[in-house]
């Protein structure tokens, strides 16, 4: 990755967590977010970084990908609520980047994921 590649990502990185933080709604509400493509956070309820990710085939974008999670159809819902995507409502906050560029996209999530939420990578969860 050049030099100003990686300047660009971290500022994206900068951008995204700057973003204002969203509840996921309640049972019967609508959850509002953008049908782009981009990179999304999701928040603990005692505020820190509990997952970091992209919308790499979602056609819906990152609204469809949260309905995912939401709905217990994702890898990250399986593994932390036991399919039980409702637990995030009302109690987990997310943000979200619209990055239209797949590379900058995939990118973004690997940087958030390093630095933010290192766990999911194998490092900082026996510390």
């Known amino acids: 990755m050049q030099r100003h590649e990686q300047k660009t990502i971290q500022k994206l990185l900068a951008e995204l967590v700057r973003k204002k933080r969203c509840p996921f709604p309640g049972p019967g509400e609508k959850l509002e ?21 992209s919308t790499p085939r979602a056609k819906g974008g990152v609204a469809q990908r949260l309905r995912d999670h939401l709905a217990g159809r994702s890898s990250f819902v399986q593994k932390e609520f036991n399919g039980d995507g409702s637990q995030l409502r009302r109690v987990y906050e997310f943000q979200y980047l619209v990055v239209e560029n797949g590379r900058r996209r995939a990118l973004l999530e690997a940087l958030g994921t390093g630095q933010l939420c290192p766990k999911h990578i194998g490092h900082g969860g026996d510390e």
Do not use: L
């Not at 493509?37 to 990710?53: D, E, L, N, T």
């Open 33 to 53: 977010a953008s049908k782009g493509k981009g990179v999304y956070i999701i928040y603990h309820p005692q505020g820190r970084v509990f997952h970091v990710g």
